[in-house]
């Protein structure tokens, strides 16, 4: 089992502990609905160092990353950061990304910790041919995400740059808390907030420094109900090596006027299924339970909780194209549910 710069803190804060992605992960602190509710009305912080980071550097960078990603990269400046995702050769998605630009010929491609080895074994294969170099950084890189409506004033407390400054998505170098970070104006949980990038062996001082300026440690627990409520996907569930990306309502970032690796198979593969965001008035959907219309089963359920903001159950689901238009319904333990379709996010976010 993985772990990460502050496994250690974690056990001695007395976090509940699990394995996720092969990393010794905390789940909760207090409680889910505790740290969710202090990022939705405060400031959070998360430890994520699992994820993988490579960067990608050379003449031909740009080029590479048009070849390897759906999104436009052309559109990304100097100092700039942008959703994106992998597809493969079938149409589907070998994983969704983040990609930061932090020089002319230089950008840092952030993939979720599960598909690390994928990824990079992946994006060695596409780079043959081209002139960059990949270097992944995923061990000595530790990334913390402070999240919610407070997160700027906390962090800027310990921050060199003002960060009044800083629009969503702009990524920049600082020092906090004493030690040299890369921070971006990103997120995973809907809020405003940051992600602080370091070297693993500087992460212990920031977390701490944090903690002491007042922001609650928060677990995967939280981050999952978090990115629910805003309705964001997560790999393995919404997204998979089987899914069409046009079939979600990610669609926005297949940019279909440019080259891309597999764009005729994904240009040319159907939405037998698409994927639709549910709202229960009773009852918590959770992964697996069936979607229904009329007693008859049309679709399954991605992701789902309970929604601690609006105290309702919410879901993402995969139904049969044509299916949503109906009455739908959801089975938990055998009983039946009334569901609402809805666009996400579940809940109003800035």
């Known amino acids: 089992m993985k772990t990460t710069p502050l496994t250690e803190i974690h056990q001695q804060l007395g976090a509940k502990m699990a394995p996720f992605a092969g990393y010794l992960m905390p789940i909760q602190y207090t409680s889910i609905t505790a740290e969710h509710l202090a990022v939705r009305q405060g400031a959070g912080v998360f430890d994520v160092s699992h994820m993988g980071e490579f960067w990608v550097r050379g003449p031909q960078a740009l080029d590479f990353l048009q070849y390897a990603t759906l999104n436009d990269v052309s559109k990304l400046k100097v100092g700039r950061a942008q959703y994106s995702m ?3 050769e079938r149409g589907g998605v070998v994983d969704d990304i983040y990609l930061y630009r932090t020089g002319e010929e230089e950008y840092l ?4 910790a599960a598909n690390i080895e994928k990824d990079w074994s992946h994006l060695q294969r596409l780079a043959e041919g081209f002139s960059v170099r990949l270097e992944d950084a ?3 890189t530790g990334l913390l995400a402070v999240q919610g409506p407070n997160a700027a004033k906390v962090l800027q407390k310990l921050c060199d740059v003002d960060l009044s400054s800083k629009k969503k998505n702009d ?3 600082a020092t906090v808390a ?3 970070a890369r921070l971006a104006r990103t997120g995973y949980t809907g809020e405003d907030g940051f992600e602080l990038f370091t070297e ?5 001082a920031v977390w701490d420094a944090l903690l002491q300026a007042g922001v609650t440690p928060c677990g995967l627990g939280a981050r999952d109900t978090l990115r629910l409520e805003a309705g964001f996907p997560l790999y393995g569930h919404e997204l998979t090596d ?6 979600t309502p990610f669609s926005w970032v297949v940019k279909e006027h440019k080259e891309f690796y597999g764009k005729s198979a994904l240009l040319a593969g159907g939405c037998d299924q698409v994927l639709v965001g549910l709202l229960l008035e009773e009852g918590i959907p959770r992964e697996g339970y069936r979607v229904l219309v009329g007693g008859e089963e049309v679709g399954h359920i991605t992701s789902g909780t309970f929604s601690p903001l609006i105290k309702k159950g919410i879901a ?10 109906g009455a739908l319904q959801v089975e938990i333990r055998g009983k039946i549910y009334p569901a609402h379709l809805v666009n996400p996010p579940f809940v109003g976010l800035k």
């Open 86 to 88: 992998l597809p493969n």
């Open 109 to 112: 491609v952030v993939v979720n």
């Open 138 to 140: 995923s061990e000595r």
């Open 171 to 173: 990524t920049f170098t």
């Open 178 to 180: 004493g030690k040299p």
């Open 200 to 204: 693993a062996t500087d992460l212990r």
């Open 242 to 247: 089987e899914t069409n990306p046009r079939c």
């Open 316 to 325: 993402l689901a995969y139904v049969l194209s044509g299916a949503e238009s």
